[in-house]
Structure formats: C-alpha cells, structure tokens
C-alpha cells in the first residue's frame, strides 16, 4: 500500500563531508601517476620495438592497434588527473563555504 509518513529532506543522506573530498582527489591523483608511470613505459616500448612485418595490411593493423592502446592508456592518466584536480577544487570549496556533512534545512535561518 502506500507509506503513511512520505520522506522528508531531513530523511535523505547527508552531503559528503570535505575529507571524503580530499581523499578521493589524492586517490585520483595517485591512480594519475600511476597511470602516467605506465603510458611512459609503454611509449619507450613501442618507440625501442616498432613492428615490422613483411606485409603492408599487418603493419597497419599493428600500428593502429599501437595507437589505440597508447591513447587510451595517456586517456586513463588524464580522466583521472581532472578527476583529482576537480575533487580539489571541491575540497577547497567545502571548506570556504563552511558547509559541513548535514543536509541543509529548508525554512529555518540561523
């Protein structure tokens, strides 16, 4: 049937509080470096081991399937540096603005 007590916002979950900003920006921004850590790795690879086959087509494949790999992996360390770099920012933020981790309460003023 339905509930006698609809929800309230009292009832929803409270905001995050500035740590949990805080820890996933360093956890982004390590998953950064190691991920940077890695394309540079890869990129040596590649650069100190071209393909070389005899035909035209298998050298192609080989190089577009280098690229891709490449790019997606420079993708990862990027995704997760703006990550990094936005939970910063939050994190700056939550503690200018001084909110804390409770739900802000509609109709009452301090």
Do not use: C
């Amino acid at each position: 049937m339905s509930d006698p007590n609809p929800p309230t916002e009292s009832d929803a979950a409270p905001r995050k509080a500035p740590l949990s900003f805080l820890s996933g920006s360093l956890t982004a921004g390590l998953l950064a470096w190691f991920a940077l850590g890695l394309s540079r790795r890869m990129v040596s690879y590649y650069a100190l081991h071209p393909p070389s086959y005899s035909s035209a087509i298998a050298q192609s494949i080989a190089t577009a399937l280098k690229t891709l790999i490449v790019g997606m992996a420079f993708l990862a360390t990027f995704s997760f540096a703006f990550i990094a770099v936005g939970l910063a920012l939050v994190f700056v933020r939550s503690l200018v603005s001084g909110s804390g981790s409770a739900p802000v309460e509609s109709g009452k003023t301090p």
